[in-house]
């Protein structure tokens, strides 16, 4: 069964500082990966995707993240956190490109000025 | 070009009352998904229709949750005997085929 695990409900950096939020997955397959965020009040948008093609993806508003097999990882960055970073961001795997997601927790970034 | 839309967007009801929530895909798209987020929780995968193929349910919590789409168009997903711990935010997605899934902004349900 595949399973998510994000560290840290709650996350908290000053504006300009680098983001970085955990997430580490369980896959009996090769994984399909997903990085979506979450802003208040409204609904999920997909920030990057990791479908076995580059190790690295860039996706938008700045932020990017690394697949790395061998830790079982795929850790969201951003070098500069904006305030409009502020939301609640989702990581979540896949079987295929296709088929159900399964999500983590959910990190609440907070930005502070 | 709309995007996925979810009617009402919000509804609170008694426990023990039958609720129907009514999701519209984004035109064209395959599949459709229905997950559940509850207060301080990830989404839980609950539904999920491709094409014509029978549905993925394994992610239902109970009997008393089912769902219908009529061929590729509108989904309904029907809670009988509502109970309060599924109080939650429901939410829709739809997909092309195999690419990125497009979520609605959801129904917050509550049940008294």
């Known amino acids: 069964a595949q399973s998510v695990t994000q560290l840290g409900s709650h996350v908290s950096v000053s504006e300009g500082a680098l983001v970085l939020l955990r997430c580490n997955y369980s896959?009996?397959?090769?994984?399909?990966l997903f990085w979506y965020v979450q802003y208040p009040n409204q609904g999920l948008q997909l920030l990057l995707k990791y479908t076995s093609a580059a190790t690295l993806v860039k996706g938008i508003n700045g932020f990017e993240a690394e697949f790395k097999k061998s830790e079982t990882s795929f850790h969201l960055t951003k070098p500069s956190a904006h305030m409009s970073d502020a939301a609640e961001y989702f990581c979540?795997?896949?079987?295929?490109?296709?088929?159900?997601?399964?999500f983590g927790q959910g990190t609440e970034l907070s930005v502070k000025p | 070009g709309a995007g996925v839309s979810q009617s009402p967007s919000n509804k609170v009801t008694e426990k023990g009352k039958d609720v129907e929530l009514r999701c519209d895909p984004i035109s064209g798209h395959t599949a459709l998904y229905w997950y559940r987020q509850r207060l301080g929780q990830g989404l839980e995968f609950l539904i999920y229709f491709q094409g014509n193929s029978a549905p993925d349910k394994s992610g239902l919590p109970s009997d008393r949750f089912s769902a219908e789409r009529t061929g590729e168009s509108v989904s309904t997903l029907t809670i009988q005997r509502t109970q309060q711990e599924d109080s939650a935010v429901y939410l829709c997605?739809?997909?092309?085929?195999?690419?990125?899934?497009?979520f609605g902004p959801g129904t917050r349900l509550t049940v008294l």
């Open positions: 979540a795997v896949s079987e295929g490109q296709g088929g159900k997601l399964i």
């Open positions: 997605a739809s997909s092309f085929s195999y690419n990125e899934q497009f």
């Open positions: 896959s009996s397959v090769p994984p399909y």
